[in-house]
């Protein structure tokens, strides 16, 4: 059942005019962002952000823990706690934007954190302040009153996306469309949420004023490629996460599959290796990967999801955040590399292996595999009898063993040599 939920959500006012000449205690510092001159961040960036890499979190369990509120506002709309599983979720999506940024979130009691979140019936969805010093700077505010309130944040659901998306508001990031303060918007081919959760877009093209339109299921489950850039500009890229050698290993039952990963280092793999689908695996940065069309994200309206995985964008240029390898499954598979030597591993089926400029590994099995040679490091790995293979060169090469074909390409003057099969 399509999820036609309409986030009708508001950013609070940094200056919440409602608050009069109450004093309120200082909240924690904040600071300016400046723009960068690249949209894909621009678009995103409120212009403020915390003045600390360290901010604390609580959820009070009365109205009066808030501070610096009118009576006619949220803590006095029919506050409620979070209960045990929002209160998970919110954990759980805090979690998602300190992986990709140098951000440290501390769970404090009461009202007595940076981030206070909390449920009332003046948001009918939801809705978030941007970074202040005012008491309510940062504040999280869930509706508990309509059948639009986030109740149920179950991952890669409506309601958890709300929980991400609402987060990145109380650190300082925008919609991409808001144009208030004479802030930045969005490229027309990146407005959507398969490049930010901060979207009100379910795909590009979509009417901002329509609502999303996503299936149950389909709705990303962390920050997505513009929102880490705009992130990590603010706060720093976290080298930390997943700083080892980490293998992704996707599972070809789970039902949907809509993310974007950052990996802090280490020698990493996509490992595809459980499936049997025709896989599209790109390793470049800001690339996405499709392993099964039924795990595609639906979007609504007839569009699905461009991949089921992207690849976060470099920070600062840096190849730490690179996955190196991959391995597909045993079906017809294309499996792309990046800028640095990948190993690319293709098992059964008709594979293409392409490494891109590194000097690569790329190691075939079962079937008719084609592989794309453009560095002389290049390596092409081939078993006895495991096929008809073809190598599509633009270097001079010498055909590898057990590989059959050698086709040059490109317009250098370059050679070409055979082994001891009948190669063409």
């Not at 000449?21 to 200082?26: D, E, L, M, T």
């Amino acid at each position: 059942m399509e999820d036609n939920k309409d986030i009708k959500e508001d950013v609070k006012s940094i200056n919440n005019n409602n608050a009069g000449n109450i004093k309120v205690p200082a909240q924690a510092s904040t600071s300016i962002v400046k723009t960068t001159g690249v949209n894909q961040i621009d678009s995103l960036l409120s212009r403020y952000k915390w003045g600390s890499n360290n901010v604390t979190f609580s959820f009070p369990t009365n109205k009066n823990q808030y501070l610096g509120y009118l009576s006619n506002e949220e803590p006095n709309k029919n506050f409620i706690a979070l209960n045990a599983m929002q209160q998970n979720a919110a954990r759980s999506a805090l979690t998602k934007w300190a992986s990709v940024c140098n951000l440290t979130f501390t769970e404090t009691t009461g009202g007595n954190g940076t981030i206070l979140f909390g449920t009332s019936s003046l948001p009918s969805t939801s809705w978030a302040y941007y970074p202040t010093t005012g008491a309510w700077g940062g504040d999280v505010w869930f509706g508990n009153s309509t059948s639009d309130s986030p109740d149920n944040p179950v991952v890669g659901s409506y309601d958890y996306a709300t929980y991400v998306h609402e987060i990145g508001h109380a650190l300082g990031l925008k919609h991409p469309h808001d144009t208030s303060g004479g802030t930045i918007v969005a490229n027309f081919g990146i407005d959507s949420m398969e490049y930010s959760i901060m979207s009100y877009k379910s795909y590009v093209g979509a009417d901002v004023n329509d609502g999303y339109t996503n299936s149950y299921n389909s709705f990303a489950t962390g920050p997505m490629m513009s929102d880490i850039a705009a992130i990590q500009y603010m706060y720093g890229a976290n080298y930390k996460y997943n700083a080892g050698n980490t293998v992704y290993k996707f599972d070809p039952n789970q039902a949907k599959i809509f993310e974007t990963i950052w990996d802090g280092g280490g020698n990493d793999t996509y490992d595809l290796s459980a499936y049997t689908t025709n896989l599209e695996v790109n390793l470049s940065p800001g690339g996405w990967s499709t392993f099964d069309t039924s795990q595609l994200a639906y979007l609504g309206d007839g569009y699905y999801a461009t991949g089921s995985v992207a690849n976060a964008l470099l920070y600062k240029g840096n190849l730490q955040s690179i996955i190196e390898n991959a391995i597909g499954g045993s079906g017809n598979d294309t499996l792309i590399g990046n800028q640095v030597s990948n190993t690319l591993t293709g098992g059964a089926g008709n594979d293409k292996l392409d490494g891109g400029v590194g000097a690569d590994r790329l190691v075939g099995g079962i079937g008719d595999d084609t592989y794309v040679v453009d560095n002389v490091g290049d390596v092409v790995v081939e078993n006895d009898s495991e096929g008809n293979d073809t190598v599509q060169s633009n270097v001079t090469y010498t055909l590898a063993a057990n590989v059959e074909n050698l086709i040059l390409t490109g317009t250098a003057n370059i050679n070409g040599t055979g082994n001891i099969l009948d190669n063409v």
